[in-house]
């Protein structure tokens, strides 16, 4: 068994204000965000964020994740009030995740 599966891509926005991408790999969806104007950036993704999940539920994804490092305490506090909860963690990486 091949457990190193190619990941596949999306990106959904690419501006001004930051990039949103999604990665799918092992039938799990996860997000990745990089802000270059933080707070328009994020004004865009709150107001996105519900249509984001309708289009993963729609595809047949229960959850979103993100994996972020285990001890970015910032980092975390971040996911936390975007609604993320804490999964597992484990090499120094946690694994976070919320219902689409």
């Keep these: 068994m091949n ?4 990941s596949e ?3 959904l926005a690419d501006d ?4 949103l991408r999604l990665e799918f790999n092992s039938g799990m969806a996860f997000l990745h965000l990089e802000l ?4 328009e950036g994020l004004r865009a993704v ?3 964020f519900p249509a ?3 289009m993963l539920r729609n595809r047949g994804y229960e959850k979103v994740n993100v994996i972020i490092p285990e ?3 910032k980092l975390h506090r971040f996911e936390t009030m975007f609604g993320f909860r804490d999964v597992r963690c484990a090499g ?6 919320q219902e689409c």
């Design 16 to 19: 001004e204000r930051g990039k």
């Design 92 to 97: 120094g990486q946690r694994l976070m995740s």
């Design 3 to 6: 457990l190193l599966t190619k």
């Design 9 to 11: 891509w999306q990106t």
């Design 52 to 54: 984001l999940k309708e």
């Design 46 to 48: 709150r107001a996105g």
């Design 71 to 73: 001890n970015d305490e």
């Design 36 to 39: 270059r104007r933080p707070m």
